[in-house]
């Protein structure tokens, strides 16, 4: 009995070591797999100097912490990549892991369903961001977080202007000798500069009627006004070369020209500047959620924010105190004053009806 017991018994045995040698295969497989998915991400910005800083400054740092490499690949212009993750939706891929997207492309991207729900326990660190930099759906769902923003001022020829100005009242109240700039485009903030300045707040953009009533406002400064531009490299040549006197402009490109020597000086009005905004988003398609929730963490650690201002110029989304950015640092690239923040859901409400009438105003 005992000789025929021990084959039994050693089949058997073979048996369970079979099971366990799948078993254990089977494991290796699941841990192999889920390392290849936080192996590595793609992650998309702007094109240029922009993502070149990213990708070559910004983004070893997480991967020396975490092991995770980093793609980076350039996105195209806001609607031109907003048009891209909608058909890549429709066939259920994501170009990217994370992408970087203006305001305006994250709400009409969470209109139509295109970003993951993330887990906001994984990404503690939005406790040291500045308010209004979590986007949530009307679910309760964390869809996006603030990545960084900047910010339009009140800029002038220190040349031609010897006074800078106190306010966004003086575009209206100051003579400027017919020599403003102006952007063309109706969301530049020039309307929300005007409803805080004149209309006591962002109210009275809720109706037509009151958007009327601030595109007539603007239309007084026509008189002063000699270019109303698309081309920002236009007016910026123009303001260092005094054929512009002053006008709207970004407050870090402002700096950086300051710095090089030219006559141009950046103010930031009592009513504050015009504050633009980008957030970090996940395709509801990716496969590396949870990676990229690390990431995310990862660039919006106030040690992280700090270098992006300095090395990118941009305005942190980091609480000013949880910054190591020297005053002249934090200066260079922001406010600490209450921004002006661009109204975008009115925009898309509005749309063209609003671009066709801010428009009207100018070339009439």
């Excluded at 020396?64 to 891929?93: C, F, H, M, Y």
């Excluded at 485009?185 to 004149?198: C, H, I, K, V, W």
């Excluded at 490299?233 to 020209?257: C, R, W």
């Excluded at 015009?274 to 959620?289: H, T």
Aim: aromatic share 8%; proline share 4%.
């Amino acid at each position: 009995m005992k000789t025929l017991a021990a084959p039994a018994n050693t089949q058997g045995a073979k048996l369970m070591n079979l099971c366990k040698s799948v078993t254990l295969a089977a494991s290796f497989v699941a841990i192999s797999s889920a390392a290849v998915v936080a192996e590595e991400i793609t992650v998309s910005a702007w094109g240029g100097f922009f993502e070149e800083t990213l990708r070559d400054v910004i983004y070893p740092g997480f991967t020396e912490e975490t092991g995770i490499t980093v793609r980076s690949i350039a996105q195209p212009a806001d609607q031109a990549w907003l048009t891209q993750l909608t058909n890549a939706a429709r066939a259920k891929k994501a170009p990217a892991d994370l992408s970087l997207v203006a305001d305006e492309v994250f709400l009409r991207g969470q209109s139509i369903g295109l970003w993951a729900n993330l887990n906001a326990d994984s990404i503690p660190n939005t406790a040291t961001l500045l308010e209004g930099f979590t986007k949530t759906s009307e679910e309760g769902n964390l869809n996006g977080v603030g990545a960084l923003s900047w910010y339009t001022t009140f800029v002038t020829n220190s040349d031609a202007v010897a006074e800078t100005p106190a306010t966004w009242a003086d575009l209206w109240t100051r003579d400027w000798d017919g020599k403003l700039g102006l952007t063309s485009n109706a969301n530049s903030g020039l309307m929300e500069a005007t409803a805080l300045t004149f209309f006591g707040g962002y109210d009275i953009m809720e109706t037509r009627e009151g958007l009327e009533q601030i595109i007539a406002k603007i239309a007084e400064l026509k008189p002063q006004v000699q270019l109303w531009y698309r081309d920002e490299g236009q007016f910026q040549q123009s303001l260092e070369a005094g054929e512009l006197v002053g006008g709207l402009y970004y407050h870090d490109v402002t700096m950086l020209s300051a710095m090089d020597g030219l006559p141009v000086v950046s103010t930031f009005p009592k009513e504050g500047g015009i504050l633009g905004d980008a957030y970090w988003i996940v395709p509801r398609d990716s496969q590396n959620i949870e990676a990229a929730e690390k990431f995310i963490n990862y660039m919006i650690r106030p040690d992280v924010q700090a270098e992006m201002a300095r090395n990118l110029g941009v305005a942190p989304v980091a609480k000013r105190d949880s910054m190591d950015l020297t005053d002249e640092e934090f200066a260079s690239v922001g406010s600490a004053g209450t921004p002006i923040r661009t109204q975008t859901h009115i925009h898309l409400r509005e749309g063209d009806w609003l671009s066709d009438k801010y428009l009207e105003m100018i070339s009439q």
